[in-house]
């Protein structure tokens, strides 16, 4: 049997055995590695101490992109936090602030976890982060959280993927947002259950979200779709804790999914030829930055 096959079934096992889902896959990916199952948390504890290192470079003045396009917003943000100006509560405004950090460090050429992708990099490392400080989580909590996530997002990538060239920034942001709610509502003491809530309600917020990055980049919008992301992970995951469920079960999300990115037409999906590349700023940028006319540039949006 493969575990990944959909999430139904790795959800039903959780149930069976009454464990965590975290706890199932990682015992089923000791073995089908063929080594301990400490040494693969030791591993996932390693992809841990990144993300949490690339959150603290992120908030730090000073970072830019090689492009000189984006950098310091994640700083501002935190500056606003910290002297207590911000509309939301610290857990949500303290998630939008790390996950354009780790964003702002990938744009940069700093060292990130791709979960699951480059592009889409900040959203699941903000939601386990903040969940540890806002709500007094361990460390090994969290990282076993990523477990569950990873699990999600292996169920995305066997049934429609995780590539914004293939399937729109639904495919990354909309995938790490799904595993984002999914970390949160395991590590809130959620059940199986209310993780393909979670996982369901986070893909269909996210459903037909293009990808366009203006010249081409991961900048714009980029980094600021992973605050929306994670931002949406918590919604979601709110959501599946309070007993609300989704009409549409996770793994029939995820269909979805797949036929929106197949339908979709390539110039949204990471070609830098629709969307908010084809603006007329989008395309000012693109002759500042290369001195030429942008690729498709007549296509409409």
Do not use: W
Not at 102 to 120: D, F, H, K, Q, R
Not at 221 to 234: D, H, L, T
Not at 267 to 290: H, M, N, S, V
């Amino acid at each position: 049997m493969d575990y990944y096959d959909n999430l139904e079934q790795l959800l039903t096992a959780a149930r069976l055995q009454g464990c965590r889902l975290s706890s199932l896959v990682l015992a089923q990916q000791a073995k089908e590695m063929e080594c301990t199952a400490q040494s693969i948390f030791d591993r996932m504890e390693h992809q841990y101490d990144v993300m949490t290192q690339s959150v603290q470079k992120g908030m730090q003045p000073g970072v830019r992109s090689n492009s000189g396009l984006t950098g310091g917003d994640a700083y501002r943000l935190a500056n606003q936090i910290d002297g207590q100006k911000h509309l939301c509560g610290n857990l949500f405004a303290g998630a939008l602030a790390r996950a354009m950090a780790v964003a702002e460090i990938n744009a940069s050429m700093g060292l990130i976890v791709a979960a699951p992708t480059a592009g889409s990099c900040g959203i699941l490392p903000a939601a386990v982060i903040t969940m540890q400080l806002e709500k007094n989580i361990s460390q090994n909590e969290c990282i076993m959280s990523l477990f569950t996530a990873s699990a999600v997002g292996m169920v995305i990538a066997k049934n429609a993927c995780l590539s914004g060239a293939q399937g729109g920034c639904q495919a990354e942001c909309g995938s790490a947002s799904a595993m984002a709610a999914a970390a949160i509502v395991e590590l809130a003491g959620g059940t199986p259950e209310m993780i393909g809530h979670a996982v369901a309600i986070a893909i269909k917020n996210t459903l037909g979200l293009i990808c366009d990055p203006v010249a081409g980049l991961v900048e714009i919008p980029c980094i600021k779709r992973n605050a929306s992301g994670v931002s949406n992970a918590f919604v979601a995951a709110e959501l599946a804790l309070s007993g609300i469920r989704s009409a549409i079960p996770a793994d029939e999300t995820i269909a979805a999914m797949k036929n929106v990115g197949d339908s979709m037409q390539t110039i949204f999906k990471e070609t830098g030829e629709g969307g908010l590349a084809a603006t007329p700023t989008g395309q000012r940028i693109f002759r500042q930055l290369f001195g030429t006319e942008a690729p498709g540039n007549n296509q409409g949006c």
